[in-house]
């Protein structure tokens, strides 16, 4: 099953340590992230094995030129977010909808491009034995 995800990748932010105690910033967005995934996946959580393709198309600086930003469609995206961080991002928002736990996961595979189109694609593949 494939999920997209509108908008611009968000990634997971560090909790923050404040005098008054610790709190995470990015917390709604993880809370809006999750609720776009479960309005898209309509099944109970998936059990066994699981085989994740994420793709994540970053968007392009409107400061550029247009040629610029032409010649960067579909070429990979090498700035930040680091894409250790919209993946975490990603699998928190996912567990307990699309699977009950990310010890599940057992193969990730996953991109990061630039395009004029920002969204996240998330291809779920069940491990079927032989």
Known sequence: MLIIIPGNPVPAARPRVTFHGTYNPKQNELRKLSLIIKSQ???????GPIFLT???YMPIPKSLSLKK???LIDTPHTKKPD???LLKQTLDASSNIIFNDDSQIYRILST???SDNPRTEILIQQYVPK
């Open 83 to 85: 894409l250790d961080n």
């Open 69 to 71: 930003q032409l010649a």
């Open 112 to 114: 990061k491009t630039n």
């Open 54 to 56: 994420i793709n994540f």
């Open 41 to 47: 996946w309509k099944c109970h959580p998936l059990s």
